[in-house]
């Protein structure tokens, strides 16, 4: 088990991350997911022992890693674009750790060569590592970081250099690979489809800290704060304001009991609500609004297109709605543009559409300074 | 439509055409370094191996199996080699840490020190020579400190004369040589390769040798035999530092002509030379094929850091106690013998060096040589950067066979020694037109030298200018001359001017090749030197400091103002 304990760390003066704690269990995949800069990178070179450490600990299966070279701490690192050792075979490369563990030469062939075949790479030992295409140094690298069975292996953005139609066959391989392996994983990425993908549990950092820590599915249902949500990819985030019986959204009010919240974040005044994508419906025309929900209507800007289904873009002009405390609500005024998904082409640009917003989709959180004003 | 109802001879023909225009072109700008290379570095090398193999006239290679066979030219030979290796494993034992903290730690002042460490390499060796003659001799700050310390019983060190102040001048003297070409290379090593070597379970130690160590090999060895030959060609650090029994090969051969007089020898010396020098170049050659790693390379400035723990700050400070102890140090002590008079500290030297109207020793007045020097410098600068950049520029246009064969031919004299180049100049240049009495031999021959560092310049340049910048200018409208003015010369510009710097220090300090033809009554700065340390007293030996410190100012600030244009190559192999 990982546990890092009021860890900061700093390049010279900049302080790049502050008094974290984390934890991962014992076989577990946690990713930790956050903007370029964040920090998770230095973080992941702390527990390998390349940065030093300007407080806090970091202790792994319940021993210190203070004071211990990263030789000596049993961990293994895949980097970003790979480092794999331009001037070493295959065969090198993945038994550099064996061996500098003083493993016998027939022991390193045997790791080697299950290594390899734990990563789908058999039979590639001879090959040369500037013959590979990049898909394939991706997996010799992974194999090298698992090949001394380290008790923990940390992978930094380990797919960000490959395209799409890679990545996403790499996506469905890694969680066998790791379930085979049965060590503690840690994944960085600031990919949210990655993370979700992988991931026990999701750690989001924003400049240095950790802003929830959350199985995918709780992320992604109760997000704690505007950041988070908008770092998955929840970007519809309306300001409202909030009393003990109702939302003021610019949309229309909501009773205050339909709309759910995270644990106390929201009490009264100003907040941000999150609308999650599928509690906005588009209804046909002879559809009526179905009960608890909030009708609104606009016209269609564009349609997109995504192979099954159709993104909908509806631009609703706020200022038209009855009932809606729009002047009232700061960034609330003017146009909103709202995103539903169809099935068929139901809606011309340049058209009328109506859009249901269900209360129980709707996610009240803090207001966010920064995302308020990108807001609307 | 049209195009398919023409004959297919018309078609052909301006590709045909426009081939025969190229060759036409390379062959107008190779004419004139074909001239230059051929009347002043292959005719007078033809002649040394004419006179060494038939010196009555005819073939007689019992002359050759004499001189190889004597037992004074064999430890000559000897001692050229064995100090030649050795100077060049002491010079990358001591450099390659000093090429670890130049390009991978970050303290204050790095971008100065690196500044500073290559002065030494374009400082002229007769400065050299003068520099580690102050500092190893027995008035030397080190002996004043060793009184100091001890009383008047210290033992006087000297080291004049040795084997020890040879190896150090040239430690010294190629530092910067291994500085620049692996620290070069070290400083564009993705960091996270050794990292990974690290995580993975391998030593500090360890992961140098097995990772970093083998990424490092080609600027290793590329630099390891430059250095091996400008040791095994040392000449005017050799004459003024060695002694009896120790002399190389080219000392020898300026001893042969000057002293003994002996043709034959001196011209069997030089093809021994020149023969050990050629199988030095290929085996460089083909060391340099075989270490070549394809690899990723990063931005340098990402590479470097702050020293963490106490390896790293002990690594920092020894090599900062090498470069200030070893480097800097020999020019301070130059610059303060320079101002030593009989009684205390004094511009007497100064003085006497410029203001003497005939010095006894030089037979013109000193500064005379200063106004030498600087003419010649600069005429032999104009002549290499003219042959250098019109064989650069045909190297270009022309991507055949043929620029292969100028790239080589226009480095051998760079691996042919400067006093070969002079001895031959003596010899053959007799014929078509008697030039042996001339002053324009010596501007010839230090352009002759220089012209190999000029074409290194500006080669790697003029083939990096991206075709599609001259295609872009072109669609954008710009007429071929205006591509030439907006697009080449911009990028070229820098380059030629820091082939000039770098050709009036080689220029400015030449002395293998200059003392051999620069006449009597018109000696240059390093010649100079040269004689004024050949004679007793103090105000002699004074005024040789001050004229090196002179010179060693005047080809470090010609480095210094190239090395802010940052084209840099300098140094780099």
């Not at chain 1, 230095?42 to 390349?50: D, H, K, Q, S, V």
């Not at chain 2, 002549?383 to 520029?393: E, K």
């Amino acid at each position: 088990m990982l546990a890092l304990r009021g860890v900061t760390l700093a390049y010279d003066d900049t302080v790049v991350v502050e008094d974290l704690d984390l934890d991962a269990k014992d076989g577990e995949v946690l990713c930790i997911l956050g903007p370029s800069g964040c920090g998770k990178s230095t973080l992941l070179r702390a527990i390998a022992g390349l940065e030093p450490l300007r407080a806090g600990t970091i202790h792994l299966d319940g021993r210190d890693l203070d004071g211990l070279r990263p030789d000596q701490r049993k961990v293994g690192l895949m980097f970003q674009e790979h480092a794999l050792f331009p001037h070493r075979t295959v065969a090198d490369n993945v038994g550099f750790g064996p061996r500098v563990h003083g493993m016998a030469p027939e022991a390193v062939r045997e790791r080697v060569t299950g290594s390899l075949e734990l990563v789908g790479l058999a039979g590639t030992e001879h090959r040369r590592v500037d013959q590979l295409s990049g898909g394939e140094r991706q997996r010799v690298a992974l194999a090298r970081a698992v090949a001394p069975r380290p008790r923990l292996l940390m992978l930094d953005e380990p797919l960000g250099s490959l395209d799409r139609a890679l990545q996403t066959r790499l996506l469905e391989e890694l969680p066998e690979v790791f379930a085979e392996l049965g060590t503690t994983v840690v994944y960085v990425t600031h990919d949210q489809d990655e993370a979700l993908a992988l991931a026990d549990r999701v750690a989001v950092m924003r400049a240095g800290r950790i802003e929830q820590h959350d199985t995918p599915d709780r992320l992604w249902r109760t997000p704690r704060s505007a950041f988070v949500a908008g770092f998955l990819g929840l970007d519809q985030q309306l300001s409202v304001e909030v009393d003990a019986d109702e939302v003021r959204s610019p949309l229309g009010t909501l009773p205050r009991a339909a709309v759910s919240e995270a644990d106390g974040v929201v009490d009264r005044g100003d907040a941000c609500a999150v609308l999650l994508p599928e509690s906005i419906r588009l209804l046909s025309p002879s559809d009526a609004v179905p009960a608890g929900h909030l009708g609104v209507s606009g016209e269609v800007l564009r349609r997109r297109f995504r192979g099954d289904h159709l993104q909908i873009s509806v631009r609703v002009d706020t200022s038209r709605i009855d009932g809606g405390p729009a002047g009232g609500v700061a960034g609330g005024a003017g146009p909103l543009t709202l995103q539903a998904l169809a099935l068929r082409d139901a809606a011309q640009p340049g058209g009328a559409a109506r859009l249901a917003i269900d209360p129980g989709g709707v996610r009240l959180l803090e207001p966010e300074p920064a995302a308020r004003d990108g807001d609307g | 439509m049209s195009l398919a109802a023409r004959p297919a001879g018309t078609r052909r023909g301006p590709r045909r055409q426009r081939r025969l225009r190229r060759g036409l072109a390379t062959a107008g700008l190779l004419a004139l370094p074909v001239v230059f290379l051929g009347w002043f570095f292959a005719w007078p090398v033809t002649a040394i191996v004419w006179q060494g193999l038939a010196p009555e006239g005819d073939l007689e290679l019992g002359v050759l199996g004499r001189v190889i066979t004597d037992a004074s030219v064999r430890s000559v030979a000897w001692f050229t080699l064995w100090q030649a290796v050795a100077s060049t494993v002491l010079t990358l034992l001591v450099a390659i840490p000093g090429a670890y903290t130049l390009s991978r730690q970050e303290f204050r002042g790095r971008g100065a020190l690196q500044a500073a460490v290559t002065v030494p390499f374009v400082l002229p060796t007769v400065v050299v020579g003068s520099a580690f003659l102050a500092l190893l001799g027995p008035r030397s700050p080190i002996n004043a400190g060793l009184v100091a310390v001890l009383g008047d019983t210290a033992p006087t060190l000297d080291l004049r004369r040795t084997v020890t102040a040879i190896l150090l001048a040239h430690v010294f003297f190629n530092y910067a040589v291994v500085v620049r070409t692996v620290g070069g290379l070290w400083s564009l090593l993705d960091p996270r390769l050794e990292e990974a070597a690290r995580v993975l379970g391998a030593s500090r130690w360890r992961a140098f040798r097995e990772v970093t160590l083998p990424l490092l090999t080609p600027a290793i060895a590329a630099s390891a035999a430059i250095v091996f030959l400008f040791t095994f060609t040392s000449f005017g650090v050799v004459l003024i530092l060695g002694g009896p029994g120790r002399a190389t090969i080219e000392v020898e051969i300026h001893r042969a002509t000057t002293q003994l007089l002996d043709l034959p020898l001196a011209s069997t010396l030089a093809l021994l030379q020149l023969v050990a020098v050629l199988a030095a170049l290929s085996v460089y050659g083909r060391l340099t094929r075989r270490a070549q790693v394809q690899q990723r390379l990063v931005a340098s400035d990402t590479t470097r850091r702050r020293p963490r723990g106490r390896a790293e700050r002990g690594l920092l400070v020894g090599n900062l106690v090498v470069i200030i102890g070893l480097v800097l140090s020999p020019l301070a002590v130059l610059v303060e013998r320079s101002l030593v008079t009989a009684d205390g500290y004094g511009w007497d030297n100064w003085r006497r060096l410029l203001t003497d109207d005939a010095s006894t020793v030089l037979a013109v007045p000193a500064a005379e040589a200063v106004r030498n020097s600087l003419l010649f410098g600069v005429s032999a600068t104009v002549v290499a950067l003219v042959v250098g950049a019109l064989a650069a520029s045909a190297a270009t246009l022309d991507r055949g066979r043929l620029t292969g064969l100028v790239d080589r031919a226009l480095m051998v004299p760079l691996g042919t020694s400067a006093v070969t180049v002079g001895f031959g100049f003596l010899i053959a240049l007799d014929r078509p037109l008697d030039l042996r009495g001339s002053p324009l031999l010596v501007p010839l021959a230090q352009a002759l030298i220089a012209t190999p560092f000029v074409v290194r310049t500006l080669l790697p340049v003029l083939r990096s200018i991206d075709r599609r910048l001259r295609e872009a200018a072109a669609v954008l409208g710009a007429s071929p001359l205006r591509v030439w003015r907006e697009v080449d010369l911009p990028i070229v510009g820098r380059a030629l001017l820091v082939a000039a710097g770098f050709s009036f220090a080689i220029a400015v300090g030449e002395f293998g090749a200059t003392v051999f033809v620069a006449r009597a009554n018109l000696p240059t700065m390093p010649v100079a030197i040269f004689r004024l340390l050949g004679r007793p007293g103090v105000a002699n030996f004074g005024q040789a400091m001050a004229m090196s410190t002179l010179l060693a100012a005047l080809t470090a600030a010609a480095l210094l103002a190239i090395d802010r244009l940052r084209v840099g190559q300098i140094g780099r192999f």
